[in-house]
């Protein structure tokens, strides 16, 4: 029969046996426990019984089964037990002679067996041993829900590739600082703080909210880590804190994407009425160094170096290219495949080399034929060769929206036959 269980004991138990005197026994055996409310106990006569008891008592810890019962033997019960969701650890109690029926029961998920006749301090210790267990397992299951949580609450502020580094227990990742190989991309958008004057505050979030989620949610799919959000602007490493091979490449990948759905959004907005400007991407590989730099009492994993600056001044220099990706050189020889038109060597500030650059270009824009038109036109120009002039203007007359061209032919009528170009 089914007895009222103490809500707030700490271990609560259900004896299943059509013995009368087992109750007794079990009472007798635990009533300081009981007494202190540290165990509660309930009872049932066989297996039907216990299922009920159950099924009103989702929280019971330890099933304490006979297996020769009436209507419902501990065998059946068993099974029927380890189809609830969260089942109770069981242990069994047979006669010392009955091992085939023990052996039967410990297959189908017992955690322990005692014997008949019932010695009462192997019963106490017993359900010492079964308690101590099924602590040691909530207090797991807690752990890990409490890391769980904690790793949901990081990954609002961290890319998974961080909080894999911050919650490794062979890293600490906030003491770290190295001089490390990485692509750096970084985007920013055109007008944006007249876009901010013109609209409306809660306008403004919306629209800024619903862009950056968008394109960090492409930059965790390409494996990229968020450095910093700064405004409407964005820092991403490929290849750190956890290194890999083709950095460059997903670089590249990134921002072509972030560059199509850039293109999508800001045309929908403007549709809406709001002038949401185009975003402007510069990717650039290299050392830098790499590493915890907010002290011990703030975590910012950053980069610092040439590398970094040469990123930045890239995205810059879309703006006077009429671009919208610039790819260095070093970036382009790392990735297999790339596909793409150089765009010219550019003097950048803070750099003493020029750094040659890139636009990537995709098929469905640019096509084969009009790439090798568009190279044969450039290797022209490098060399300072007068035809250049004739093939730009072939190519903006067919293509006249292309604002690549447009820049080199505004470059060759001013008087300047060559592909290097101050960008600052």
């Given amino acids: 029969m089914m007895d009222v269980l103490d809500d707030n004991a700490l271990i609560k138990i259900l004896v299943v046996d059509d013995e009368p005197d087992v109750e007794h026994l079990v009472r007798q055996t635990f009533r300081k426990e009981i007494r202190d409310g540290t165990h509660t106990f309930a009872f049932a006569l066989d297996g039907v019984d216990a ?59 017992a955690f322990d067996f005692i014997t008949k006749p ?25 752990e890990r829900e409490d890391a769980l949580r904690s790793q949901a609450h990081l990954s609002r502020y961290f890319s998974p590739s961080v909080i894999k580094a911050i919650t490794s227990k062979d890293r600490d ?28 505050p809660e306008d403004t979030v919306a629209t800024l909210v619903a862009y950056l989620d968008e394109v960090i949610e492409i930059v965790f799919r390409h494996n990229g880590t968020v450095m910093k959000i ?35 959004f800001s045309q929908t907005q403007q549709a809406k009425g709001l002038a949401f400007g185009a975003t402007r991407i510069g990717v650039h590989s290299g050392d830098a160094i790499i590493g915890n730099f ?16 040469i990123a930045a001044r890239l995205e810059d220099a879309n703006k006077i290219l009429g671009t919208t990706i610039c ?19 550019l003097e950048l500030k803070g750099s003493a080399d020029p750094v040659t650059v890139y636009e990537p270009c ?46 080199h032919v505004g470059r060759i009528l001013s008087g300047t036959l060559s592909t290097k170009i101050r960008a600052y």
């Fill in 230 to 264: 700064v405004g409407d602007a964005v820092h991403v490493a490929f290849g750190t804190p956890e290194f890999f091979d083709d950095h460059a490449a997903k670089a590249v990948e990134c921002a072509l994407e972030i560059d199509a759905f850039a293109h999508e």
């Fill in 51 to 109: 299922l009920d008891v159950l099924a009103h008592c989702s929280d019971i810890s330890i099933v304490l089964t006979d297996i020769n019962m009436p209507r419902m033997d501990g065998l059946t019960l068993l099974e029927r037990m380890f189809d609830l969701k969260d089942p109770p650890l069981a242990v069994v109690v047979s006669a010392y002679s009955d091992l085939k029926n023990i052996r039967t029961a410990m297959n189908r998920g």
């Fill in 327 to 345: 790819i260095s050189q070093k970036t382009v020889d790392a990735t297999k495949g790339f596909r793409g038109r150089p765009v010219g060597a």
């Fill in 118 to 142: 019932i010695d009462l301090a192997d019963l106490k210790a017993t359900v010492d041993k079964v308690s101590r267990h099924q602590a040691a397992i909530r207090k797991l299951q807690i």
């Fill in 362 to 407: 995709v098929p469905e824009k640019i096509s084969d034929d009009t790439l090798e038109a568009y190279g044969q036109a450039y290797a022209a120009l490098e060399k300072g060769d007068a035809s250049a002039r004739s093939s730009f203007t072939a190519l903006l007359a067919q293509y006249p929206e292309d604002q690549l061209c447009s820049f």
């Fill in 173 to 200: 990742l906030t003491a770290t600082t190295n001089w490390s190989e990485a692509t750096f991309l970084f985007t920013d958008l055109t007008n944006f703080l007249p876009f901010v004057e013109a609209t409306k």
């Fill in 294 to 309: 907010g002290g011990s009492r703030f975590f910012d994993f950053t980069a610092y170096g040439l590398t970094v600056n």
